[in-house]
């Protein structure tokens, strides 16, 4: 790796390089960076520190969470920039408000809104950030996270493994009075050109209409939705490239 001048930050690209090709303990760190041992310690532990490292349930260093955010949030503009047609158009179809939804740390934040027009709707600004214990969107967020992160975000929830994993396999997720009492909700994933998911697509409005079993209304639109939006990551990446 070419050096920057700066010495700290150097050693600190090689540590996250090393771990780019999977778990490393301490000592297969210092093989792989060929930095002194105290030296790769004290990175990889500032580096936890600031969530760029975390560690596997073995103990063993590994990218971080705040990686992800970050890649994330470098699409974001592409993404916001796609995101309004694509949820007015979603609101249209389903008579719904619709959303979508970043995980921000141990939160979900509304980054994009299309308000049903009038009536009894689930209004939600943008920049609301609400809980990842329970919802629609807050399942599909979480339902392919590393394992690790998701057993955390397990805890206190109010949905279980089980569900996680029948939203794995039928690719949308739905809830009923779980984030608010007679609001039902239907959400789906968005994915970035690599596959990682970085964003949940929702509908949501009061039970009476969504029934408690909102999915089966609104969950083909709301998959479309989120193709939509990953359609349009892809293509940006490609004419990037």
């Given at each position: 790796?070419?050096?920057?001048?700066?010495?700290?930050?150097?050693?600190?690209?090689?540590?996250?390089?090393?771990?780019?090709?999977?778990?490393?303990?301490?000592?297969?760190?210092?093989?792989?960076?060929?930095?002194?041992?105290?030296?790769?310690?004290?990175?990889?532990?500032?580096?936890?520190?600031?969530?760029?490292?975390?560690?596997?349930?073995?103990?063993?260093?590994?990218?971080?969470?705040?990686?992800?955010?970050?890649?994330?949030?470098?699409?974001?503009?592409?993404?916001?920039?796609?995101?309004?047609?694509?949820l007015a158009r979603l609101r249209d179809i389903t008579g719904e408000s619709a959303q979508l939804w970043r995980r921000q740390g141990e939160h979900r934040v509304c980054v994009a809104a299309a308000e049903r027009p009038s009536g009894l709707r689930d209004?939600?600004?943008?920049?609301s950030q609400l809980t990842m214990r329970a919802g629609s969107a807050a399942q599909v967020l979480l339902a392919w996270d590393?394992?690790?992160?998701?057993?955390?975000?397990?805890?206190?929830?109010?949905?279980?493994?089980?569900?996680?994993?029948?939203?794995?396999?039928?690719?949308?997720?739905?809830?009923?009075?779980?984030?608010?009492?007679?609001?039902?909700?239907?959400?789906?994933?968005?994915?970035?050109?690599?596959?990682?998911?970085?964003?949940?697509?929702?509908?949501?409005?009061?039970?009476?209409?969504?029934?408690?079993?909102?999915?089966?209304?609104?969950?083909?639109?709301?998959?479309?939705?989120?193709?939509?939006?990953?359609?349009?990551?892809?293509?940006?990446?490609?004419?990037?490239?």
């Amino acid at each position: 790796m070419d050096s920057s001048g700066v010495g700290v930050l150097d050693k600190a690209a090689i540590v996250l390089t090393a771990l780019e090709a999977g778990p490393a303990t301490l000592a297969g760190l210092v093989t792989a960076t060929g930095l002194a041992r105290p030296t790769a310690h004290r990175l990889a532990v500032a580096l936890e520190h600031h969530r760029l490292v975390a560690r596997d349930m073995q103990g063993r260093f590994v990218l971080g969470p705040r990686l992800s955010e970050l890649s994330a949030a470098a699409g974001e503009d592409r993404l916001l920039a796609t995101a309004g047609p694509v949820l007015a158009r979603l609101r249209d179809i389903t008579g719904e408000s619709a959303q979508l939804w970043r995980r921000q740390g141990e939160h979900r934040v509304c980054v994009a809104a299309a308000e049903r027009p009038s009536g009894l709707r689930d209004t939600i600004p943008v920049g609301s950030q609400l809980t990842m214990r329970a919802g629609s969107a807050a399942q599909v967020l979480l339902a392919w996270d590393d394992p690790e992160r998701m057993h955390r975000g397990l805890q206190n929830a109010a949905f279980s493994a089980a569900a996680l994993s029948g939203i794995r396999r039928r690719g949308w997720a739905q809830s009923v009075g779980e984030r608010e009492q007679g609001v039902a909700s239907v959400s789906a994933p968005v994915r970035s050109p690599s596959g990682k998911i970085i964003a949940a697509v929702s509908v949501s409005g009061p039970l009476e209409r969504l029934s408690r079993q909102p999915g089966r209304m609104h969950a083909p639109a709301v998959l479309a939705a989120a193709e939509r939006l990953s359609e349009s990551l892809r293509r940006a990446a490609a004419e990037s490239a």
